[in-house]
């Protein structure tokens, strides 16, 4: 059985090592992509089960790739999990209006990770790793 792909879309490289680190050590397939359009040219090929896209990316913002996602065939109901410091109840709202699953706000933790990502993709109840040794995440 393969291991479930999960895309994660952010511009912050420091970041997006620690969550492949966490989303793998779950083992889970992180596929890591620091730019919209790099993104959406392997959505076909990746077919991930869950994306972590960022609302704020340069070039595209991440509002406007997950309307994006959602007008492509076959993508429609794949969950996006928006994740941004960005945390104003007009802004979780613009997430949700273009088509968000849930919302994960930065700063979080491994737990809160596991937490967000369970009901969408096979994870261990407990990991190899210790939540709160891992470094918070954050813009």
Known sequence: MSRS???VVDDEVPYTGVLQEILNSYGLNAVIS?????ALA????????LILLDMMLPEMDGLTM???IRGR????NTPVIMVSAKVLPDEKRSAFTAGATAFLAKPFNARELRAAIRPY???????TLNPDAVPRASR
């Open 42 to 49: 392997i959505l076909e090929s990746l077919q991930p089960r």
């Open 66 to 68: 997950l309307r994006n």
């Open 5 to 7: 792909a999960v895309l």
């Open 73 to 76: 065939e076959g993508f429609r």
């Open 121 to 127: 993709v096979p994870v261990p109840a407990t990991g």
């Open 34 to 38: 620091h730019r919209a359009e790099h």
